[in-house]
């Protein structure tokens, strides 16, 4: 067991950031409700925006633009689409088109069950338009290290969190068999689960192997990626947001590229994820995980 979790980590580089970097952390209610999961240290460098949802990715992109490394919070990754147009509109094409740059660390923040437009999980909807860099991190040392990664670059980053990680202090590893059956290639908080439904499906004689993502966008298919697939010849990815042209689709189609093997995904259904039943419509948990791999293997 580690000796951080994800949130103490994130605070830990927060205040390094704010306090020796010059670093600036932008957001709404961030001292209001629990400095946001208590990942956020009480320093300077923390500025409270108002209510506007819209405005507040324009301040921190304009932040950027001046040589400052600012980190916007989105508390709730609904509220992307409504901050949505600094970041892809401007921050994402600056460089391109005019060889300056934005690099906005966006946190945003994903869970399960706390509303209608509170729930979503919207990563796919980055990894789609050009400029930015993508990842789902759920661990303490997968943070720092896509926090090295951020501060190497200087292209707005898009960093996909959960609530689900913020106590976790376990490192994630791969979980490779002989001989496997099939292999499983979880992102955000299905890796959780993914790993859940191994074990589950161990006990009932199918050998899963687990291959977990964290990078979504550069999505690069190494050995790591491909050679699980290569031995299983079948594969699930599974993702906590939208199947239908979401991540789960978009990788599971380069991963069948790729290894020349047809590669199935799950996420959520079509249709409004929610607070209670019967429009829940939760994250794919191990049960859905067992229930998917069983089908396929029946293919």
Request: hydrophobic content about 40%; glycine content about 6%.
């Amino acid at each position: 067991m580690g000796s951080k979790t994800v949130a103490e980590t994130i605070k830990e580089i927060t205040r390094k950031h704010l306090v020796e970097n010059n670093g600036i952390l932008l957001g709404e209610s961030i001292c209001a409700v629990g400095w946001v999961n208590n990942t956020v240290p009480n320093v300077k460098g923390v500025v409270e925006l108002p209510m506007t949802d819209v405005a507040g990715s324009g301040i921190a992109v304009g932040i950027s633009l001046v040589g400052r490394r600012p980190i916007f919070v989105i508390r709730f990754q609904d509220f992307l689409i409504l901050n949505g147009s600094s970041l892809i509109f401007y921050a994402a094409k600056i460089k391109e088109l005019h060889k300056a740059s934005a690099p906005v660390f966006v946190r945003a923040i994903a869970s399960d069950c706390l509303g209608p437009v509170h729930s979503g999980v919207l990563h796919s909807i980055f990894m789609h338009f050009p400029g930015f860099r993508v990842c789902s991190p759920m661990t303490p040392k997968e943070y720092r290290a896509i926090w090295k990664d951020y501060m190497a670059h200087d292209e707005p980053f898009m960093c996909s969190e959960h609530r689900a990680s913020y106590a976790n202090t376990e490192e994630l590893d791969d979980i490779i068999y002989k001989n496997a059956d099939i292999t499983i290639y979880p992102v955000s908080s299905c890796r959780f689960e993914a790993v859940k439904a191994s074990k589950r499906l161990h006990e009932d004689g199918i050998k899963c192997n687990v291959v977990h993502l964290v990078w979504l966008k550069p999505f690069v298919i190494d050995k790591r990626i491909l050679g699980p697939l290569k031995q299983t010849r079948k594969a699930l990815v599974v993702d906590p947001g939208h199947e239908i042209a979401g991540a789960s689709r978009s990788i599971a189609y380069e991963l069948s590229l790729a290894g020349g093997y047809a590669v199935n995904a799950l996420g959520l259904l079509d249709k409004t994820k929610c607070l209670c039943p019967p429009l829940q419509n939760k994250s794919p948990d191990a049960d859905k995980i067992c229930k998917r791999v069983k089908e396929i293997l029946k293919q």
